[in-house]
């Protein structure tokens, strides 16, 4: 069975600091890991995804996310935190086996000023 | 494309109306999805389409759940009789592939009276 983790129900960051938020994952096969952004009273939106190939990911709004295989991890991270980045963070994770991805219980993130 | 569109985005009803909800999917997905989110439970897949055929609807909570995707472009989520447990937010996802990001839309906020 496939499973997502974010240990973290909340993370606190001053703006300008790096921020992570941390997500690992189980899954049988080679995984096929995402990461969404939701705003107060929004949809998700989709930041990124890794499906192969390097191990950095880079994608919308300056995020980007490192794979790591043998910890079986794949945090969210960004160099330079914006108040406007406070939302709350899903990581979503599937493989060959399953069409369906399994989403973490989500990460609030809090950008202060 | 105007993304994923619900409708209606809030609805108030009391407990024993039906209630139903309204997905339109981008156009030349294939798969449809339907979430719940409740702060308590966090993101359920209730159930999930892949052109038009409903695949795995595991997740609905009971025989009160049904939902349907007459054609490609409209799919509908059923609760009769509603129960102030129903009350959540539901979210319409929409993407192409077996493997690549949901587009999620902007979700119908219920509440059971």
């Known amino acids: 069975a496939q499973s997502v983790a974010q240990p973290e129900d909340q993370v606190n960051v001053a703006e300008g600091n790096p921020l992570t938020v941390k997500c690992t994952y189980s899954?049988?096969?080679?995984?096929?890991l995402f990461w969404y952004v939701q705003y107060p009273n929004r949809g998700l939106q989709f930041l990124l995804k890794?499906?192969?190939?390097?191990?950095l990911v880079k994608g919308s709004y300056g995020f980007e996310a490192e794979f790591n295989k043998s910890q079986t991890s794949f945090h969210l991270k960004k160099p330079s935190a914006l108040v406007s980045d406070s939302a709350l963070y899903f990581c979503a994770a599937t493989s060959g086996g399953s069409y369906i991805p399994t989403f973490g219980r989500g990460t609030s993130l809090i950008v202060h000023p | 494309d105007a993304g994923v569109i619900q409708s209606p985005r809030h609805e108030v009803t009391e407990m024993g109306q039906e209630v139903t909800l309204r997905c339109k999917p981008i156009?030349?997905?294939?798969?449809l999805f339907w979430y719940r989110q409740t702060m308590m439970r966090g993101l359920e897949l209730l159930i999930y389409?892949?052109?038009?055929?409903?695949?795995?609807d595991s997740g609905m909570p009971e025989d009160r759940f049904s939902a349907k995707m007459p054609n490609a472009s409209f799919s509908t989520l059923k609760i009769q009789p509603s129960e102030p447990r129903d009350s959540a937010v539901y979210f319409c996802?929409?993407?192409?592939?077996?493997?690549?990001?949901?587009?999620f839309g902007p979700g119908t906020r219920l509440t059971v009276l």
């Open positions: 890794y499906i192969t190939g390097d191990n």
């Open positions: 156009s030349g997905h294939d798969y």
């Open positions: 996802a929409s993407r192409t592939g077996p493997y690549n990001e949901q587009f």
């Open positions: 389409f892949n052109n038009n055929v409903p695949i795995d």
């Open positions: 899954v049988s096969g080679n995984p096929y």
